[in-house]
Structures are given as structure tokens and as C-alpha cells.
């Protein structure tokens, strides 16, 4: 079974914090993507990776930063919370232009 | 860009009833993938299909990826309880700008009453 994990699954952060959120895969894919979730908003693309050390923005990268130096691992970084930035964060990744699978969520508050 | 049309928004269904969802877009689409989410989780695969007029089941679950390459259907039998959540449907374009990332519907919202 692909596994796609994330490092937390809820978050509470003060407006101003930097904030790390961690995505692992174990199925060896090669692209990586971090969606946010909010009501009547449907998912969003913030940043994804189509290899190691490469990203790309996606519709909404404004606030955030991505970091992947390894093949199974996307950092998502929020440089300075602010309170906008509460949402629900998803993790996916595929092969290639495949089946692309997600992770099961970060809840984070940003008071 | 790209934009899919998932409907119904929701449906109040009685445990037992047959549910059918689809998803329409104005662009045509090489993969079509349906998710559902539980309340708080993330989304989870269901099926994929990845050719025009492909029919693929997955237990009480049927997807069909439409011939025209521009809508796909999803139906569960014999709808029960655990049932409940919402199901997206996503579509990948084909090759060329943009096609690294997937083009997702609003969801059907389902709940089924025992």
C-alpha cells in the first residue's frame, strides 16, 4: 500500500512563528505536492516538486516555501503564521503524471 | 483555466438506495481519479480510470471515464452508513503546461440515512 504520512496532525502556532510542516512518502515518487483545504474554497495547489531540489508554485505560494532534499520528503514552511494561514494542509505525491495519492492531513490554528 | 463541474453539491440518501455523482469539464482530461473524505482526514483513492469509456468497479463502487474525454461518473450500490463523506473527483490534462497538476471538483456531499 502507498503510504503518504504527515508530521502532525494538529498544529496550533502564534501569528508570527515559522512553521514546518513534514511530508514523507515510501513509494519512491517522483512528484510531491502540498494542497491547502478550505470550506467553499475546495483543495488549492500551494508549491509542488516534480524531482529533488526542483519546485514549482503552484496557485497560491504567497506566505510559504518548500523545501525538499531528499526523494521522500517535502517540508511545506510557513516563514511568518499569520492567522489566514489556519487551514487544513494536505500532502500528496504520484509517479510520474499518475495516480497521485494523500497523505491524511495537518489541522493547523494559527492564533 | 480548467474548471470541473461536480454535481449533485450534496444528497441525502436512505441506507439501501443506489447514488450516483458525475463530473464534467469543458477540457478534455487523460486520467480521471475519485476520492472520498472522511470529516478530518485526507482524501482517499478509490478509483482511477485512465481510458475514454474505461468502466471499472472497486466492491459496491462503479466509475466510468466518458468517451469524450470531458466527463466521468461515479455510483455505489446499496449505499450504508459508513458511506458518508464527500467525494471528489479530479482529472489530469494532458501533457503540456499545467499537467502536473490535477484540476479537482467542489464534491458531492453524501449522507446516508439508516
Known amino acids: 500500500d502507498v503510504k503518504v504520512t504527515q508530521s502532525s496532525r494538529y498544529l496550533v502556532k502564534r501569528t508570527g512563528e515559522k512553521v514546518f510542516l513534514e511530508c514523507v512518502q515510501d513509494?519512491?515518487?517522483?512528484?510531491m505536492f502540498w494542497y491547502r483545504q478550505d470550506p467553499g474554497l475546495g483543495l488549492r495547489l500551494i508549491y509542488f516538486?516534480?524531482?529533488?531540489?526542483?519546485?514549482e508554485k503552484g496557485d497560491i505560494p504567497e506566505g510559504y516555501s518548500v523545501s525538499r532534499e531528499k526523494k521522500e520528503r517535502f517540508s511545506l514552511i510557513l516563514e511568518s503564521a499569520s492567522t489566514n494561514q489556519t487551514s487544513m494542509y494536505l500532502c500528496?505525491?504520484?509517479?510520474?503524471?499518475?495516480?497521485?495519492?494523500f497523505g491524511p492531513g495537518t489541522r493547523l490554528t494559527v492564533l | 483555466g480548467q474548471q470541473l463541474n461536480q454535481s449533485p453539491q450534496s444528497m441525502f440518501i436512505q441506507e439501501g438506495e443506489d447514488v450516483s455523482m458525475n463530473c464534467t469539464s469543458s477540457?478534455?482530461?487523460?486520467?480521471w481519479l475519485w476520492y472520498k473524505q472522511d470529516p478530518g482526514e485526507g482524501p482517499v483513492l478509490l478509483i482511477a480510470?485512465?481510458?475514454?469509456?474505461e468502466l471499472t468497479s472497486n466492491g459496491r463502487l462503479t466509475a466510468q471515464f466518458g468517451i469524450t474525454r470531458k466527463d466521468s461518473f461515479l455510483n455505489i450500490s446499496a449505499s450504508i452508513p459508513s458511506d458518508v463523506g464527500i467525494y471528489f473527483c479530479?482529472?489530469?490534462?494532458?501533457?503540456?503546461?499545467?499537467?502536473?497538476?490535477?484540476?479537482f471538483g467542489k464534491g458531492t456531499k453524501l449522507s446516508v440515512i439508516p
Open positions: 500528496a505525491s504520484r509517479v510520474r503524471r499518475d495516480t497521485q495519492y
Open positions: 513509494m519512491d515518487h517522483e512528484n
Open positions: 516538486s516534480y524531482d529533488v531540489k526542483m519546485k
Open positions: 477540457s478534455i482530461f487523460n486520467t
Open positions: 480510470l485512465y481510458k475514454a469509456g
Open positions: 479530479a482529472g489530469q490534462p494532458p501533457a503540456g503546461a499545467g499537467s502536473y497538476q490535477l484540476t
